[in-house]
T-cell receptor
Framework: DAKTTQPPSMDCAEGRAANLPCNHSTISGNEYVYWYRQIHSQGPQYIIHGLKNNETNEMASLIITEDRKSSTLILPHATLRDTAVYYCIVRPRMYSGGGADGLTFGKGTHLIIQP | GAVVSQHPSWVICKSGTSVKIECRSLDFQATTMFWYRQFPKQSLMLMATSNEGSKATYEQGVEKDKFLINHASLTLSTLTVTSAHPEDSSFYIC???????????FGDGTRLSIL
C-alpha cells in the first residue's frame, strides 16, 4: 500500500467544519483513498472512499487533488462525538484472485472537538 | 446497513486457557473476513485474512497454530486463541467485506486480558 502522512493531532471547535489533510504522494493510478475513524475503545468506522473524484455522503466529504497526491476529509459541522483518531488509507483496486486486501493502518490524526 | 457484531466484548481468563471470539456480519454476506490486533497506544495490525470455506492467510509473524481461524459460513468467522498467555492480552478486532472492492466494516472489538 502507498504510504500516507497525516498530522498527529488537530483541534476543531464544535459546530465548525473539521478539515483533515492526508498526503499520499506515491499513490498509483488504481489505488483508492479510504477514510476510517476509531473512537476510543471501539472498532474502526468506515467513513468514505474515493478514487479521483470528490465524494460526499451523510458523514463527510472527500476532496482529492487533481494530481491525487493529497486529499482532505471534511466533517461539515463537527460535534463532540466526532472526537476520534482518523485514518487515511490508500489501497489498490482488488481483482479476483489477486492477493490479500487487508488494510494497513498508520498512526492517523487524533481529532479533538472542543466545546 | 453493514453491521458487524463481535462477541464477547471483554474476556478475562487464566494463562493456558483457550478463548474463542466470534465475528458475525448481521445484514450482509461476508465473502472475506479479517482479524486485526491492537496493542495499547498502537495502530491496528492485520493478523489474518479468511475467505469463506478456505484456509486463512496469516501475516508474517502470526502463529497459525496459536490463532485458529474458522470461516465456515458467509456470516460467521471465529478466532480461537489457544493456550493464551499474558503477552496475548490485546484488543482483537474483526472486519468483514462483501463483494470485492467494497469497504471493510469492523466489529466493536474484544478486549482480551490473560492473567
Amino acid at each position: 500500500d502507498a504510504k500516507t502522512t497525516q498530522p498527529p493531532s488537530m483541534d476543531c471547535a464544535e459546530g465548525r467544519a473539521a478539515n483533515l489533510p492526508c498526503n499520499h504522494s506515491t499513490i498509483s493510478g488504481n489505488e483508492y483513498v479510504y477514510w476510517y475513524r476509531q473512537i476510543h475503545s471501539q472498532g474502526p468506522q468506515y467513513i468514505i472512499h474515493g478514487l479521483k473524484n470528490n465524494e460526499t455522503n451523510e458523514m463527510a466529504s472527500l476532496i482529492i487533488t487533481e494530481d491525487r497526491k493529497s486529499s482532505t476529509l471534511i466533517l461539515p459541522h463537527a460535534t463532540l462525538r466526532d472526537t476520534a483518531v482518523y485514518y487515511c488509507i490508500v489501497r489498490p483496486r482488488m481483482y479476483s484472485g489477486g492477493g490479500a486486501d487487508g488494510l494497513t493502518f498508520g498512526k492517523g490524526t487524533h481529532l479533538i472537538i472542543q466545546p | 446497513g453493514a453491521v458487524v457484531s463481535q462477541h464477547p466484548s471483554w474476556v478475562i481468563c487464566k494463562s493456558g486457557t483457550s478463548v474463542k471470539i466470534e465475528c458475525r456480519s448481521l445484514d450482509f454476506q461476508a465473502t472475506t473476513m479479517f482479524w486485526y490486533r491492537q496493542f495499547p497506544k498502537q495502530s491496528l495490525m492485520l493478523m489474518a485474512t479468511s475467505n469463506e470455506g478456505s484456509k486463512a492467510t496469516y501475516e508474517q509473524g502470526v502463529e497459525k497454530d496459536k490463532f485458529l481461524i474458522n470461516h465456515a459460513s458467509l456470516t460467521l468467522s471465529t478466532l480461537t486463541v489457544t493456550s493464551a498467555h499474558p503477552e496475548d492480552s490485546s484488543f482483537y478486532i474483526c472486519s468483514a467485506r462483501g463483494r470485492l472492492n467494497q469497504p471493510q466494516h469492523f466489529g466493536d472489538g474484544t478486549r482480551l486480558s490473560i492473567l
